[in-house]
């Protein structure tokens, strides 16, 4: 495994550690509220780190086509489970605003993605 794939999966491994602590889904622990804060802090800042500051940059076309494929599924994934989130707490009558907010950032920064793309190119 070449360093750049090693990278890609190591960011990723400890990003979803981090979001699995974060959570947690089977409360094997109880955190005191200065942990929390910082834990919080640091999933926060190294999402921010792994999703907007950490540039790949395809070296031929067929990197991009594998980027823009990569790209694709996650939209679809991050869509279908927020869908499914939307209507699970719907059926619940207990929907949480932060589910639509979250689908409608993703639609509306694909959208103006797009028409950016299309009128520059």
Do not use: C
């Amino acid at each position: 495994m070449n360093d750049k794939k090693f990278t890609e999966f190591s960011i990723a491994t400890v990003l979803v550690l981090l979001l699995v602590l974060l959570a947690n889904p089977f409360h094997f622990w109880m955190p005191g509220t200065m942990q929390m804060l910082v834990l919080a802090s640091v999933a926060v800042v190294f999402a921010v780190y792994a999703v907007f500051v950490w540039r790949e940059r395809a070296a031929d076309e067929r990197e991009a086509a594998h980027r823009m494929f990569a790209d694709r599924i996650a939209f679809v994934t991050g869509a279908a489970v927020i869908v499914l989130g939307i209507a699970i707490e719907t059926f619940s009558h207990r929907l949480d605003t932060w589910l639509v907010g979250a689908l409608i950032a993703m639609v509306l920064a694909k959208a103006i993605a797009l028409y950016y793309s299309r009128s520059r190119w």
